[in-house]
């Protein structure tokens, strides 16, 4: 079962470190929402975080992410409730469409403070 | 003394990755701003000013009243395009919109600022037929170049803008009609597409 587990974290790639709230300050760490904290998917908030929706194609190319990778990243955002996708078809073609929600937009928001209060008290502590 | 088969890199300071992930959010939002800043109704509004220019100019005797009518289209249009611009990027309240815009601006200005050059000297040299198809090109060409990273309708509508203007120069006692198909009905078209499937 371990060695499952630990395979499993070899073919994901190095994940990325956890942040503590400040170095050499307090050692629990930042209550940071994972789900947004993964590269791809704090991109795909960040991009629709300045459009009303995004096509699937224009997320990939805004991005420079394979089909695979986004949509697998798309759907983790989805069932946590951040991203809303919208299918329909423009004339045989199918078209997806995302669209960051209310709790989507508040997560990113609360992951934005979280970094700038990180740089605060990094700035606190060197004055 | 035994030496680890791999060193792991010491991480970086905690701050510095925030500020690298803060980064890496402007960096996407500003890459993906452009998508959308381009104002759809903006083009709408300057689309029907074309057509009442068009016509107005086409009634035109005189070559210098023909261009004051043109011109005075110009400046309406450029200023209507502002406004909607900046209207849509502060309705979008994005911080991404005004990189986007300063991006957009600085790929447009250039063709604009060789028409607006162009425009006397085309004009003292009686040559003012050939000037619909000079500045349907060089719009095109403004809009193909600084709609390069948008949606894809808005490198299209320049490089539609620009085979409108190659006609115009082919066929320069059209300019008037050509001028309409262009900076009107070119305008409407594409500002309805892009206001309905981009958020105004």
């Known amino acids: ?127 | 003394m035994v030496q680890p088969l791999r060193r792991t890199p010491d991480p970086a300071p905690l701050h510095q990755r925030a500020a690298d992930d803060l980064s890496f959010i402007r960096a996407t939002m500003a890459r993906a701003a452009p998508l959308t800043a381009v104002p759809g109704w903006g083009g709408v509004w300057m689309g029907g000013t074309a057509f009442v220019a068009a016509w107005a100019a086409s009634r035109q005797s005189l070559p210098a009243e023909w261009l004051a009518v043109w011109l005075a289209e110009a400046v309406l249009a450029l200023g209507l395009g502002g406004i909607a611009f900046v209207r849509k990027a502060q309705r979008m309240a994005s911080p991404g919109l005004a990189l986007a815009g300063k991006q957009f601006a600085g790929n447009f200005v250039p063709p604009i600022l060789a028409g607006a050059l162009l425009t006397p000297v085309f004009y003292r040299a009686g040559l003012s037929e050939y000037l619909p198809g000079l500045w349907l090109l060089l719009y095109g060409t403004a809009v193909a170049t600084a709609g390069a990273f948008s949606i894809r309708v808005v490198p299209v509508m320049g490089a539609c803008f620009m085979g409108v203007g190659a006609m115009a120069l082919l066929l320069p006692a059209w300019g008037d009609p050509l001028m309409a198909v262009g900076f009107g009905g070119l305008h409407v078209g594409f500002g309805l597409l892009i206001a309905r499937r981009h958020g105004g």
């Open chain 1, 1 to 127: 079962m371990a060695e499952r587990s630990a395979a499993k974290r070899r073919a994901a790639g190095p994940p990325r470190p956890r942040l503590d709230a400040v170095a050499g300050g307090a050692a629990a760490p930042l209550d940071l929402d994972r789900i947004i904290h993964e590269r791809v998917r704090l991109a795909i908030v960040s991009a629709l975080a300045v459009a009303p929706s995004m096509s699937f194609n224009e997320l990939k190319q805004v991005l420079g992410a394979t089909d695979g990778n986004l949509s697998v990243h798309a759907r983790k955002l989805e069932e946590a409730g951040y991203l809303e996708c919208r299918k329909s078809f423009a004339g045989r073609t199918p078209r997806t469409e995302y669209a960051l929600t209310g709790a989507g937009r508040a997560a990113l928001d609360r992951y934005l403070a979280h970094m700038e209060a990180v740089i605060r008290a990094a700035r606190g502590e060197g004055a």
